[in-house]
């Protein structure tokens, strides 16, 4: 049977796994929202499981895209040269081992590369950057936590950042203020040098940046634009975005 060509099948997007216990037996998954979110960004999605340093090379020759997820988890603060604050917190040192030096790699192949959330967080550190394990307690910081309550009013549109002015994000959006449904115990504290800061909530605090000169597509925001993305404007233009810098990867010579 005919295989398909490559640039006739959809963009195959990498989705790293989380690490849980379900009962006895450890699993690894991806949440939902975020398969339906590269869906919607016209890509194909493809959950990967914590991986070699060579499987992580052979994935990366095999995609077109990287789309970091969410997660309860936190990246390990021994990777920023910490020790951990609260050990009660979740921890997910088995996607740290693997997807820490995965993000460098896609960066410098030019893969296009989005990154919500923990995946906003765990770019900062891969790239040398560090973070406040409890925004909370930082003087002049808000508490941009979840609230109790249901899915849809933890999701719910928390603060404004205003978005920094000829960036790719404020490119994308043609606004200079949005609303985000942030919510996080962790933050940036140092951006990683390299970085450039694409949004800032009220508070100061870093919400969404960019690799400066990076070959490719490459933004992670901290709040969640996979959720209810179909419905929200914003979401629509930045996964729009992510999925067209995917199909350009992807109908690229291999020899540039």
């Avoid at 975005?241 to 992807?250: S, V």
């Amino acid at each position: 049977m005919k295989q398909p060509s490559k640039k006739s099948r959809k963009p195959l997007v990498l989705v790293p796994a989380c690490n849980r216990m379900m009962g006895d037996h450890p699993f690894q998954m991806a949440g939902k929202k975020y398969i339906d979110a590269v869906r919607l960004a016209g890509c194909l999605p493809l959950i990967v499981p914590s991986s070699s340093a060579d499987e992580v090379d052979e994935l990366l020759d095999h995609a077109e895209g990287v789309f970091l997820t969410g997660s309860k988890s936190n990246v390990h603060a021994s990777h920023y040269g910490e020790t951990t604050r609260d050990e009660s917190l979740p921890q997910d040192r088995v996607r740290d081992d693997w997807v820490l030096p995965l993000i460098p790699k896609a960066i410098a192949r030019g893969l296009p590369i989005l990154g919500i959330c923990r995946g906003f967080q765990e770019a900062n550190v891969a790239l040398g950057g560090s973070l406040h394990q409890a925004v909370q307690e930082q003087p002049g910081l808000a508490d941009h936590r979840a609230g109790p309550g249901t899915p849809d009013e933890q999701y719910a549109f928390a603060h404004e950042v205003d978005v920094q002015a000829d960036g790719l994000l404020a490119g994308l959006l043609d606004a200079p203020r949005i609303r985000v449904n942030s919510l996080h115990g962790q933050g940036i504290k140092r951006l990683a040098e390299g970085l450039r800061i694409e949004a800032k909530a009220d508070d100061g605090l870093v919400e969404a940046f960019s690799v400066e000169g990076a070959r490719g597509f490459a933004l992670f925001v901290q709040w969640h634009p996979e959720w209810q993305a179909a419905s929200n404007p914003v979401s629509q233009r930045i996964l729009a975005a992510f999925g067209r810098a995917c199909m350009d990867y992807q109908g690229r010579d291999p020899e540039t």
